[in-house]
């Protein structure tokens, strides 16, 4: 009788083991982390984004491959996020084609501008004026600046850097715009991601212009951002996974972090690879597909990476951070072999109606948009970086002389 009983509970607690693996636990898959598989995934986003620009600069927006059709809708923040990218492409891949297309994308950028005092903000329709769009065209200029040496738009960027800070509120954070039309910031309106965009753009303007005070401005920003920013914004399971902030914390961990803004680092580190580990599970098991639910959107994923990849960097440069710097780049492998292995090539895009609007892209359902595309290739391009053990995100050269301008 106790020996049937010991059987009993052995069998009993071998099926809770079983049950826990089953949905606890779902076995990881991180597909083609290697580096020639990477670089030709970022290679084929960025002939996507060149290929799907329009004659006015602007960029496919939306795709559904279903119905083979483009809706007619835009978002200036995205298409600012895509011109970054395509200058990074520029300058960190030597690409001739990508700089071309990131000045188009610039250009309509420019046409849209709005002009109050000192500042310049990007404005579509002259109606109102977003933190975010003015913060990464600024980013935009501060990588057209990297890959070049050019200076033509110096005046701009301080134009939009002073857009930006007039918008910064006492206590570090941002107004989410500025209504055109009122003459007046909106005081009601709120974003997430906004702050980490504008702390980006001002530590690279502060790069760009040393002695000039923005790194005052800046530091406000990490310290809202750092500090604040998770309960001004009600985030539910802090803190807020925002690759904005990490690429901040990244340009800025040289100019000395505090012991607050290092334990930000550790506390977002741990929050992309939860993020990671759970994407990984999708991949490694039909019961890790079936628990996870279905996949996340590649403009997500690729985020994690961008992260991910700052912090990287951060660990890289400052001894605070370095017990963690090969985990966060297990994970940002991880990442990136997913993104790989979910990217349409161009031989499986021969089954699609438009080919040159599925080949590099990344699809969610039927859609694919563009901010997939550049959030995917930002993060596998810097995933390249920690892979070749390289800290520094500058290009390595100036691309194109300036006589060339």
């Not at 550790?266 to 939860?274: I, M, V």
């Not at 098991?285 to 990287?312: N, P």
């Amino acid at each position: 009788m106790l020996f049937r009983s010991a059987l009993l509970s052995a069998g009993f607690w071998a099926l809770c083991l079983l049950a826990a693996r089953l949905t606890v636990v779902p076995p990881e898959s991180c597909g083609a982390d290697n580096p020639e598989a990477l670089q030709v995934a970022a290679d084929n986003a960025v002939a996507w984004m060149i290929r799907n620009q329009g004659e006015d600069g602007r960029y496919v927006y939306l795709y559904h491959a279903d119905s083979d059709t483009t809706p007619n809708e835009y978002n200036e923040v995205r298409h600012a996020g895509v011109t970054m990218s395509l200058y990074q492409a520029a300058g960190r891949l030597h690409n001739g084609d990508a700089f071309a297309a990131a000045d188009k994308g610039m250009e309509w950028m420019r046409t849209n501008l709005q002009r109050h005092d000192a500042w310049a903000a990007l404005a579509p329709g002259g109606r109102r004026a977003s933190l975010g769009a003015s913060a990464l065209m600024l980013v935009s200029l501060n990588e057209r600046r990297l890959a070049t040496g050019d200076t033509q738009y110096d005046e701009l960027m301080h134009e939009l850097a002073s857009f930006v800070v007039a918008l910064q509120r006492d206590d570090g954070g941002f107004h989410i715009a500025y209504d055109i039309t009122a003459g007046e910031p909106d005081t009601e309106g709120t974003s997430r991601y906004f702050p980490g965009e504008a702390l980006w753009a001002l530590a690279l303007t502060h790069e760009a212009f040393p002695g000039e005070d923005w790194d005052q401005y800046a530091l406000r920003a990490l310290d809202f951002v750092t500090l604040r920013r998770d309960d001004v914004e009600n985030v539910d399971f802090p803190p807020l996974a925002d690759q904005w902030a990490a690429y901040g914390l990244s340009e800025m961990v040289e100019w000395g972090l505090s012991d607050e803004h290092i334990n930000y680092a550790e506390r977002l580190a741990a929050r992309f690879g939860l993020l990671v580990r759970t994407e990984s599970q999708r991949e490694g098991s039909w019961y890790g597909r079936a628990l996870r639910v279905e996949d996340s959107r590649a403009s997500g994923v690729g985020t994690w990476a961008e992260g991910l990849a700052g912090l990287w960097r951060v660990s890289a440069r400052d001894e605070r951070l370095s017990g963690l710097k090969p985990t966060i780049k297990e994970r940002l492998q991880c990442v990136a072999g997913i993104l790989a292995d979910r990217q349409v090539t161009e031989e499986a895009a021969q089954s699609y109606p438009r080919p040159g609007l599925a080949a590099g892209a990344w699809f969610k359902g039927d859609e694919t948009r563009m901010d997939d595309q550049q959030h995917a290739f930002s993060g596998i391009l810097y995933t390249l970086d920690a892979i070749h053990d390289n800290p520094i995100r500058d290009p390595a050269a100036v691309l194109f002389p300036r006589t060339l301008q």
